[in-house]
């Protein structure tokens, strides 16, 4: 750009002043509900006091860091969290893209409607109902275990009693649980398909396979990469609840994750500061993935966050 | 839609495939309906009958009770809770539109000088946040405590959804754009007249979204509002089955209310997820149709 | 002359004594013209459930203000959480009332940022609390500290029915079944446990999701092995831990035998509370540990007339030792405590508001509720709830009415009479007498903290780890994957190396610190 910044200034001001105006209602959210608070970030590294405020108390520095790093659990609990997440990532990304896929294929569409309204009912359940079900389905003698018995699985024991099944369970149950739910926005995306691309390659003697290679996968792409990417910016957010009412300490191996871990920490002595500290390592990794697979889907595809 | 002539144009691998689609969807229908049964049945099972049989039910419990329900129903904060959560949503909601569209469309301009940075400041706060304590004094100080402004206002916006909406309306093709500039509309009229039409689909999603967002959130809730009679659904809700968690750690005599606890759970979830499960037919059309943009084109 | 002057002395002496009148306690009601004392909480939901906006509508609440004489007003938020925001805010009341252990740094932090006052200040207006303080030696030093005392307390009455709320129970009829007596020892106990597994065809003889606290925490069959409990204790105010001593590596061998032999439930690292119930209700277990309340919700399910339950207390040494630990209330619970703040503009009124709740009057409403609606006396002057408590018309459990029209688990003296309802069912007092029978008081530890913040954020991050280490290694001593012979000393050695003498060290600093009161 040859031109200087005041004069690239004045051009952008000249046309599109009325997109500024239009967008200044969402400028002032942020500046109020998100950048005003944003002070508090600092609390990690203060010995909170109430009376003193966030601002006015001392500052510890990396004391609850350093009080996190040096838990003796503390690389399990790194390789758990991203275990699960990376699992949860890998299989339950793509099932409700091909969830999708595959309704959409579904000619009538009185039972595609049904289809749907009934997969996605699970989503609303609360989670503690939820994981009365999986403790249910998972009990000995029970629907899963009775079938597993068939392949070799002694159906005398709760599956949950095991560190190599708490994964599966946790990861499929959320499939379970969420894939209705999950696949509305694809939905959505393939419904924005031009109808005419489909009319378009069936004269060029594409059979339904080959449309959906060369039209539904390319019209969904987008959606599927920016949900991908936002997707792997929460990938150490591995939720406590879910994970509380399923484990118990003969899984620990496997199932205890940071968030478990600290809220347990939390009952011992709760402090706001290390839970905090806690939070903000999370959030640094999470924008360290988020940037980079931004980066990598600029490059390979085209098209990314910005 | 010539649906059947096209199924005869693919051939026999395609009805196969057709057949074990439906079958799939047979399986996952059964499987996913199951927990929303169970619970059915639940809410109005005899509790002693539920107690004993504790496991796997295909049937309800006899003898039958519709006391849960009625507990519930006469329950005076559910009642207040559906009234509560219904003018949250409803104010939520045309907020939620009304921001997320004007949002998503600045971020899909092309080239508007501070998109990229504002964009990038944007994103940042899915990330970073000031935490609990500011958050609330912000509320605090902007007069909005114990009001339902705290509920609507604060999470007039969610980064996450107008980045999708973002996405969708930088796929509306650029000749559709141009064609309406060159006819003289600024941004607003492009907004209105160009962007939101052809993104239906994803408004539809949109409005489910923030819609079950309002309908379920309870925490913004529990520490803005100081109001029983304010409460939502959710956290009317989420009180009831933390207490039935610790009611039963009672030292003393807990005979008297004779298990309904488990029924009053399920009945409860029963009710407050009927009407959101009643939503979703109406907004299920902007799914299944397919959009002619060809038509616009002319 | 002289004669009026010295009149009108005495008349403007007595004038100005006038407004003092309350200051003796027995100076209620006061004249309630003052500005409401404001009172901040955790809302109290049963209040709602019984009907009421909250708990400063209740006839409770009211009755509370009016015969104190005192205005006071309450405000609730939804959680824990919410007290912070409320003080974050600066938005300070006259009176916090709330778990110590739900404010963050506990009752140290609560007197650096000025949130609990010396009462002692202020003693003229609590002769009551005072008089009660010093009827027991346990209660003074528990509520002093800083030179004073710092909050209003639940307190138990020393001639309360003793209550014991968890231990074990076994099925009356299976025992009759095999003509045998309730066990005693650890032996008998096995026995016992056999005996249902092959005589009866009891599946899985001793199954509960409780297990970790009666058999382990609470030292169910620990006393056999040299150790109350394999939880904390303290013997002459020496602070242990039993996970930690050699006498746990024979309890866990014990408890491995049972897992061994089927006799414990091979699924009670994941078995949970619903299902333990059923299988105790169809006889596919016989042996379970659960609250004195859930035995009479368990009785009152089960459709069997022969069903009935009865506790088996913690177990004596084979040699003849008393069983030492169970599960056991001390006379100060770590219940809700009312602490004054440095803000209030109206200490003394505060506190000889809260005095009241243990004033004669005082204490029997705030037990029962108010009189009329909640209790009656009866012929001989005893109070007696009414139906409306007892058998409430929307279902409520009595427990619950409780929290909502009395002050329950909040400041209070809690007496005998109260106990003798909420514990009236015969099985459950009869459970509560089998449980009884041991020496807990003797090595309970008492309600003490961690004062200092520094040792307090040591003690936190140690014990998370070490608890961590302690519970898995528990279950895998249990189910055998680490074995008591080969394992139990790198197991010990393993828990030294993390930390645990340094842990041991803290507790006994914070031991000796409240011995000291």
Known sequence: MAQSFSKRFKKDMRLNWSAYLLVLPVLLYYAIFCYKPMYGIIISFKDFSLRKGIVGSEWVGLVYYKDFFSSYYFLRLLKNTVVISAASIAVGFPIPIIFALLLNEVRSRAYKRTVQTVSYMPHFISIVVICALIRLFTANHSLL??????????????????????????????????????????????????????????????????????????????TVILLFVLRLGSIMSVGFEKIILLYNEGVYETADVISSYTYRRGLVKGDYAYSAAIGLFNSVINVIFVLTANRASNRLAGVGLF | MKKKSTLKQEGRGYEVFQVFNNLFFALVLFITAYPIYYVLIASFSSPSGLAVNYGFIWLPIKPFTLEAYRRVITYRPVILGFKNTFIILVAGLALNMVMTSIGAYFLSLKNVMFSRVIGMLILFTMYFGGGLIPSYLNVRSLGMLNTYWALIIPGALSTYNMLILRSAFAGVPASLVEAATIDGAKHFTILRRVMLPLTGSTLAVLVLYYGVGHWNAWFSASIYLQDTTKYPLALVLRNILIKSQDAEMRQGDAGNEQGFTDLIKYALIVVSTFPILCLYPFLQRFFVKGVMIGALKG | MKKALLLLVTIAMFMTCLPMAGAEGTGYPYDGTNEPIRILRVAETRAVDAGYSGWGDTPFFKTWVEKSGINAEVIEVADDAGIMLTLSAGDYPDVILIYESAYNGGLNALIEENLAINLSEYSEYMPDYEAILDSHPSYRPYVTYQGGVRFFANLISPDNIVTRWRDMVVRQDMLDKLDMEVPTTTDEFYDLLYAMKNDLGVENPLMGNMWRDVLFYEGFAATEFGIPTAGSYQIDG??????????????????????????????????DESTSQASLLNGTTGVHPTTGARINTISARSEDPDFKLVGI??????????????????????????????????????????????????????????????????????????????????????????????????????????????????????AMEAWDQNDAALYKLPPYSINDKALADEDAALWTDLNTYIRESMVQFVTGELNTDEDFDAYIAQLKSMGMDRLIEIEQIALDEYYAK
């Open chain 1, 145 to 222: 275990t009775t079938f597993f018995s068939y392949f070799g699985y002694d159906d005398r024991y709760d599956m949950l009693n095991y560190k190599e099944y708490f994964v599966p369970i946790y990861v499929l149950s959320n499939v379970w649980q969420n894939t209705g739910w999950n696949c509305i926005i694809y939905l959505s995306a393939l419904a924005g398909i031009d109808m005419e691309l489909y009319e378009a390659a069936r004269i060029d003697g594409a059979n339904r396979w080959k449309q959906t290679l060369h039209v539904t996968l390319p019209g969904i792409a987008n």
């Open chain 3, 313 to 430: 207390g913690s177990l004596n040494g084979s040699d003849g030792t008393r069983a030492m630990f169970s599960q056991l209330d001390p006379l100060t619970p770590k219940r809700i405590n009312a602490y004054v703040t440095a803000d209030s503009k109206q200490p003394e009124l505060a506190v000889a508001f809260f005095n009241w709740l243990y004033t004669e009057e005082g204490t029997i409403i705030a037990n029962f509720g108010p009189e009329g609606l909640c209790f009656e006396y009866d012929a001989d002057g005893n109070p007696v709830p009414t139906d409306y408590m007892l058998n409430n018309p929307d279902g409520m459990s009595f427990d619950n009415m409780l929290y909502a029209l009395s002050m329950a688990n909040g400041p209070v003296y809690v007496i005998r009479a109260l106990s003798m309802f909420r514990f009236g069912k015969p099985e459950q007092r009869a």
């Open chain 3, 238 to 271: 020496q602070y242990h831990y039993g996970a930690y001593e050699e006498g746990y590596r024979g309890l866990v061998s014990y408890y491995h035998k049972l897992y061994e032999d089927g006799l414990l439930d091979p699924n009670f690292k994941t078995t």
